[in-house]
């Protein structure tokens, strides 16, 4: 298959709203693809390459775009063999030998393959295909239903692996993918809660109610002694984890799956900030903080997804909390637990709320005892409580800073993602809650993530996540979605989330008075 057919279906889904349409035309791409070809295929459709980043930036991508091809001749799989070859080159001159692969790569590409690979490369490529379209797409191809390709992605953590399985064995081999030990799922979502008692009334009493903490999502695996730590994106960080690992080793089993989050806290028990967490993940961050050693973590778990051969993650809540509860037994392991109460009335309920938030968390999580783990979605079964309004959205340009902030790229473009897989929906704009170490970091960072510079400011690619606390929403003729922002505030980025697990725009309309 020629890299130009790919290019030929992003064009197709980009021109449709259609999720429908999106999903039929890479379906046909997939029925056409040989089986080597179908797993970058999809990764590509889906808006990233196999092989993640590749250390090359945008600068350097412009900077090798030269001539086009005048007719296409390049393959899929030479073009991924071209991409496995510079992001695997290291060492020393691994930077030059990286730009002349590339531009050899570039240089064979025509003019419309050149665009699509620069914004691949550079994430940039938001046709409309987010990972629900183009799971749709490979059951279509492969003749299964939609519900088996979901349930496979979700245990084996990866969407090109599971279209290849489903076009090279269909429901059968789908069905045969099972929870491994040792191979991240994707981790269930809650959804936002209008308050506590929303959240009661929408879910009864057979509920457990937990603490929303203000750290880092966690899901850790043993078999025998070895254990291995990943975080939400399913990013592997057991290496900088030694205190973690340490923890579950101790645990009385021989396998298990885990699910919770971990943050640093003081000596007093309360939680320290969450800069100082995330510094141990490798996170490079608005105060300038990066990697720490000395910030020692404490996880604290809420769900048990396995033991001892045993896969739980179709029991219902209660079940795996009982598990929880046996292996978390004894007090050399009660910390490890996080803190909440089952089937709680009102006033307990409310008691739980009101100790988290006493302790310096963020809030709730109300979840239905009776559902099982649906992995990678974000349904009502958890929903989170807190006292103020947050939204996890899309840094998408920032404009130069007056008076005191002269100099300073201060008031940033915000935008909310489109649940049908197009460009981030601008939702608001704010410089509120902005400190002077933020102002320097996004004064420094954003050029280098602008795809155009202008004399107000920058427009960025849509790569940053940033937390904002608000007091509601409005409606709005100003803004593509017909909804604005009230009261907008920056709280922190969140380097632990990517632009796909942003907010929707549905989301922000759901905080409408009288929604």
């Excluded at 001159?93 to 699509?116: H, I, V, W």
């Excluded at 109610?209 to 057991?238: C, M, P, Y």
């Excluded at 005892?369 to 899309?394: E, F, I, M, N, S």
Aim: charge should be negative; hydrophobic fraction near 45%.
């Amino acid at each position: 298959m020629l890299l130009a057919d790919v290019v030929a279906a992003s064009a197709a889904v980009a021109a449709t709203r259609s999720r429908t349409a999106k999903a039929a035309a890479i379906a046909d791409l997939l029925r056409r693809a040989a089986a080597d070809e179908v797993p970058p295929v999809t990764a590509w459709l889906a808006g990233e390459p196999l092989q993640r980043r590749l250390g090359v930036g945008w600068r350097t991508l412009a900077r090798l775009t030269g001539d086009p091809a005048g007719e296409p001749s390049l393959t899929v799989p030479a073009v991924d063999a071209s991409l496995d070859e510079i992001a695997t080159t290291a060492g020393t001159g691994s930077t030059a030998r990286r730009e002349t692969l590339l531009g050899a790569l570039l240089s064979a590409a025509t003019a419309d393959e050149q665009r699509f690979l620069v914004r691949l490369l550079t994430g940039e490529l938001r046709q409309g295909a987010l990972e629900g379209v183009v799971l749709d797409a490979v059951a279509a191809a492969a003749g299964v239903p939609a519900a088996s390709a979901r349930r496979a992605a979700m245990l084996s953590g990866s969407l090109p692996e599971t279209a290849a399985t489903a076009l090279a064995g269909g429901q059968a081999a789908l069905d045969a993918v099972r929870l491994r030990v040792g191979r991240p799922l994707r981790p269930m979502l809650a959804s936002p809660g209008s308050s506590l008692d929303a959240a009661l009334d929408d879910l009864g009493t057979d509920v457990t109610v937990e603490f929303k903490l203000d750290g880092a999502r966690i899901q850790v695996h043993r078999d025998g002694d070895d254990v291995r730590v990943w975080t939400r994106t399913l990013r592997e960080v057991t290496d900088g984890m030694p205190e973690l690992v340490e923890r579950v080793r101790a645990l009385p089993c021989s396998a298990a799956v885990l699910d919770g989050e971990t943050l640093a806290l003081d000596d007093d028990g309360r939680p320290r900030a969450f800069q100082e967490t995330m510094s141990r993940f490798g996170s490079q961050l608005p105060d300038g903080g990066s990697s720490d050693a000395g910030v020692l973590l404490s996880p604290f778990f809420f769900d048990l997804l396995h033991l001892d051969g045993r896969d739980l993650l179709d029991e219902p809540l209660a079940v795996r909390l009982d598990a929880l509860a046996q292996l978390l037994a004894g007090d050399e392991h009660a910390e490890l637990r996080m803190p909440g109460v089952r089937s709680p009335d009102a006033d307990q309920a409310a008691g739980v709320l009101d100790a988290a938030l006493s302790a310096g968390h963020e809030g709730v999580v109300v979840k239905a005892l009776d559902a099982p783990y649906a992995a990678g979605r974000r349904g009502r079964a958890w929903q989170k409580v807190k006292p103020v309004h947050t939204l996890d959205l899309v840094v998408l340009g920032a404009e130069w800073g007056y008076g005191r902030r002269s100099g300073k790229l201060s008031n940033i473009h915000l935008g909310a993602r489109d649940p049908d897989g197009g460009e981030p929906v601008m939702v608001g704009k704010t410089f509120k809650g902005m400190t002077d170490e933020l102002l320097d970091w996004q004064t420094a960072t954003f050029p280098g993530l602008a795809r155009e510079q202008a004399e107000w400011g920058v427009l960025l690619r849509p790569e940053l996540v940033v937390e904002i606390a608000l007091d509601g929403a409005q409606r709005s003729p100003r803004y593509p979605g017909g909804v604005a922002l009230r009261f907008a505030r920056v709280l922190r980025y969140r380097p632990d989330k990517t632009p796909a697990e942003a907010d929707t725009v549905d989301a922000v309309r759901a905080l409408l008075t009288g929604a």
